[in-house]
């Protein structure tokens, strides 16, 4: 979801909700604009929930580990499969 633009708020951007599966599962925020760059950095341990959100400055999330994601177009895990 855009920001609005006739209001600049962003807390209309889309929320995600990562919950680790394993201990250190790396989130990484990355930025908008001419050139990507990380714009910020957590880690979380298995159970640990974080609910991140799209804004103006954040357009891409990088997760690394395995982690349950839940967005409005559904559920997907990251990390290798376990064989």
Known sequence: M???ERTK???TGDYIVIRALENGVNLI????GRDTRLLHTEKLDA????VAQ???NTSAMKIRGRAEILTRHG???SGPDKA
């Not at 925020?29 to 908008?32: E, V």
């Not at 159970?47 to 974080?50: D, N, T």
């Open 47 to 50: 159970g640990e929930v974080i």
């Open 54 to 56: 799209f804004t103006d």
């Open 75 to 77: 559920r997907i895990l």
């Open 9 to 11: 708020d962003p807390s």
């Open 2 to 4: 855009p920001v609005d």
């Open 29 to 32: 925020g990355m930025t908008r």
